[in-house]
């Protein structure tokens, strides 16, 4: 048995919780079913569901995020990472056994429901939506774990981790595919479709495939980060995966406006475009930034060290190429002219697009000057301020007081054409000088020679 | 400094966090069956040697070797090679002592039988055997260190690591640490242990590594701590002789004689093993010396860690680079 599983299984598997917590659940499942008055009404499948989505996905992406916080908290994770234990083996045993408890309720949860059974369905249908409710409750749990794993890299020196954050994560990744499942079936047939690239899939079909892959990649993602936790090196290949995947994603679902508008494949490269765009911020955000890193980096490339450099290059650096390139096929693919003969292509979408490169490369450059001041620890809640002000307070004010034009230059919004993105290029140009004397300064307080 | 029988071997090691460079181009080797004091003050870099030795951090640039693998190359497999208790370590406090073992056992890949072996030696060995049964949680602080290294041990390492092992021990817990550590370097262990208090390390230290902003000030065996290499000497007669000093400058093995009372006391440094050391205590006999003590002189601490300060920096700054709570 996978030693980390057997450990929480000694720690949460009390006699007194075995017993406790199935005696518990019996007694609110036949007041349900009292309610109802009998099986199949509804009572009981309703408080099934609401109690595994409180055990499996609330509480469970609490105990999912704790997982590794709590060890390093207790000062026991050094130990662990001391042991010769596989990084796949210590992610499941994380991710299996700091859940066992929630399971075990969300088990006699999921088996009280299958017994009500309210919509009448049909035994693979039900295998189906248990299947689809069980992977988004591990969705839940395995992305609370993966973004606490990430946030733990930032903070291992200094600053406090907050489990809720992670938590609140995972219970929004959870709980999209648990709605979706049930949304899935009106009136107790799967009929709902849904259109990805012009192919049309059920519902119920699509929520679950969908939530398993992007469950495959949050394991992954989960692997890899214990891997790190290891001492071990990654390469960027599985994040290239996921990002081509989140990309064709979201395009496939934007592919449907193409069709719908006769706009062709214009919304689908923007919908990839901008999911790259997201992902270079949410990446930004939660790799560490600081100095020995990029030093790291900068040394790799001196000694032409290719596995050296493929493993210290940062994600939100090769996700912003990538968003750059995607940026460039918006505008390739937008459409010449309007409806009343006005120039789109470069008269408009192109101008907007540049200004949102400019400004994606500027508040970049805004996170990495913070990361690389080693004063300051919590550069990632500052960069939230500055951005806030930038796109929100700033522009706020000033419409306000009647200059709305002047707002529009921190913002990547048509108006000001192609003089606008000039403006947008400063403030790039400003920010990347803030990172070269942040760099500079950095380097004087790091290191002699 | 280093050399290639080293069981753990630093080379040009480099370690930077964020805003400040740890440590510094260290070197050094470290012989197998030794105990190594690491020494020096906050903010010297022993914790991150130690964590860089036991491939816990990954050093900026540079190398760390321990049983001939690269901490950078292999850490997993460095990790097989050590154990490691760190300065703060934690415990699952609602585990009973078996099942922290079982569980380090099971972490560390032993198999059940191997496991259920390296407890049953281990607990004798620290002397917990009679609190199998007990949580961790409720462990005394002197039995928690005990538990804590019996699951660094467990495993039988080739290397120990240690950060301030007896920190908040009590004397006896500490004699009993003391008599440990000798017995596992003894098994053929190597061992590495940092703390503020020399008077701890004194009764067991082999060699001592001294650290200071980060860079490696000095690496030597203590005089008489070791099997081989030089080491320091005492004879006392129970009368006055004029020839004692002759005498002993005569012998090949001798060098660097210190008459402390003439004619009747000298220290001097003796370069042989012990059955030179006994044919010389022989030959002082037979020539009609009336031998009264005859001994190793073991080498303070205290007195050999402020002489490799001065060396390095000359007397006056000796003071300031004492380990704070030196003892």
Redesign the interface.
């Known amino acids: 048995m996978n030693?980390?599983l057997?450990?929480n299984i000694?720690?949460e598997l009390s006699p007194q919780r075995l017993i406790a917590l199935p005696l518990i659940l019996a007694v609110t499942f036949a007041l349900a079913v009292g309610v109802g008055g009998k099986l199949g009404s509804g009572h009981l499948a309703i408080a099934a569901a609401t109690i595994y989505w409180l055990l499996a996905i609330v509480w469970g992406s609490r105990l999912a995020g704790d997982a590794v916080a709590s060890?390093i908290a207790?000062?026991?994770w050094?130990?662990?990472?001391?042991?010769?234990?596989?990084p796949w083996t210590m992610a499941v045993g994380k991710l299996t056994g700091s859940t066992v408890f929630a399971w075990l309720g969300a088990g006699i949860c999921l088996s009280a429901y299958v017994l009500d059974n309210p919509e009448r369905l049909k035994a693979a249908e039900m295998a189906k939506l248990v299947l689809a409710l069980a992977v988004a409750a591990l969705s839940a749990q395995a992305f609370a774990l993966l973004t606490s794993l990430q946030v733990l890299r930032l903070r291992r020196?200094g600053g406090a981790v907050r489990t809720t954050a992670f938590q609140l994560l995972g219970i929004m990744s959870g709980s999209l595919p648990f709605v979706a499942a049930f949304l899935s079936f009106p009136a107790g047939t799967a009929i709902v479709n849904v259109s990805w690239f012009g192919y049309a899939f059920v519902a119920l079909d699509f929520v679950l495939f969908s939530s398993l892959l992007f469950l495959g990649f949050t394991l992954l993602g989960i692997y890899h980060l214990m891997r790190l936790e290891?001492?071990?090196r990654n390469h960027p290949w599985a994040w290239l995966a996921f990002l081509a995947v989140a990309m064709a994603y979201a395009a496939g679902h934007a592919d449907m406006l193409g069709r719908a508008t006769g706009s062709g494949a214009f919304p689908a490269a923007l919908a990839a475009s901008a999911t790259a765009a997201l992902l270079t911020y949410v990446m930004a955000f939660l790799e560490p930034k600081?100095?020995?890193q990029l030093?790291?980096l900068g040394?790799a490339l001196r000694e032409a060290d290719l596995a050296g450099v493929l493993a210290r290059m940062p994600r939100w650096g090769l996700t912003f190429i990538i968003a750059l390139g995607g940026a460039a096929s918006v505008v390739a693919l937008a459409p010449e002219h309007g409806a009343a003969g006005t120039v789109l292509r470069y008269g408009q979408i192109g101008p907007v697009v540049a200004s949102a490169c400019c400004l994606l490369a500027r508040d970049v450059a805004l996170l990495l000057s913070l990361g690389l001041d080693?004063?300051s620890r919590r550069g990632e809640a500052a960069a939230v301020v500055y951005l806030m002000v930038l796109y929100l307070v700033l522009p706020g004010l000033l419409s306000v007081v009647g200059l709305r034009d002047v707002a529009r230059l921190l913002l990547p919004v048509p108006g000001w054409g192609w003089p606008g993105v000039l403006a947008h290029g400063a403030q790039a140009a400003a920010a990347l000088a803030i990172v070269s004397l942040a760099w500079r300064a950095?380097r004087r307080?790091?290191?002699?020679g | 400094m280093t050399g290639t029988g080293s069981v753990v071997e630093a080379t040009d090691l480099c370690f930077d966090y964020p805003g400040q460079r740890a440590l510094d181009r260290v070197s050094f080797g470290i012989a197998p069956g030794t105990i190594t004091a690491l020494i020096g003050p906050n903010g010297a870099g022993k914790t991150t040697l130690m964590r860089c030795l036991a491939a816990l951090e990954a050093p900026f640039s540079g190398a760390v070797a321990v049983a001939g693998i690269d901490t950078r190359r292999d850490p997993r497999a460095v990790h097989r090679a050590v154990g490691y208790l760190a300065d703060e370590f934690g415990l699952y406090d609602t585990l009973t002592v078996r099942q922290c073992l079982l569980h380090a056992g099971a972490m560390r890949g032993l198999g059940r039988e191997r496991t259920a072996a390296a407890i049953g030696t281990t607990v004798q060995r620290l002397g917990i055997a009679d609190r199998l049964a007990t949580r961790a949680g409720e462990l005394s602080r002197g039995l928690r260190q005990r538990l804590a290294i019996a699951q660094a041990i467990l495993h039988d390492p080739r290397v120990l690591i240690l950060d301030e092992p007896a920190s908040g021990l009590d004397p006896e817990a500490r004699r009993a640490l003391s008599n440990l550590l000798k017995a596992l370097r003894d098994g053929g262990m190597t061992i590495i242990v940092s703390s503020h208090i020399l008077a701890e390390l004194e009764d067991y230290s082999t060699h001592m590594l001294i650290l200071r902003d980060g860079r490696l000030l000095s690496f030597q065996p203590i005089a008489g701590r070791t099997a081989s290499g030089p080491r320091r000497l005492a004879i006392a007669l129970a009368a006055p002789d004029a020839r004692l000093m002759p005498v002993l400058a005569g012998q090949s093995e001798v060098a660097d004689i210190v008459m402390v009372r003439p004619g009747l006391e000298a220290s001097f440094a003796f370069v042989g093993d012990a059955s030179a050391q006994a044919g010389l205590l022989r030959a002082l006999v037979l020539n009609g010396f009336p031998v009264a003590r005859f001994e190793l002189q073991h080498e303070a601490m205290q007195d050999a860690y402020l002489a490799r300060v001065a060396a390095a920096d000359g007397p006056s700054l000796a003071r300031s680079a004492e380990p704070e709570r030196m003892t």
Not at chain 1, 80 to 85: E, F, G, S, V, Y
Not at chain 1, 445 to 448: D, G, I, N, S, V
């Open positions: 030693p980390e057997r450990r000694w720690l060890e207790a000062r026991t050094d130990s662990q990472r001391l042991t010769p234990i596989g020196r290891l001492l071990q600081d100095v020995v030093r790291q040394q080693s004063r950095a307080r790091a290191a002699p």
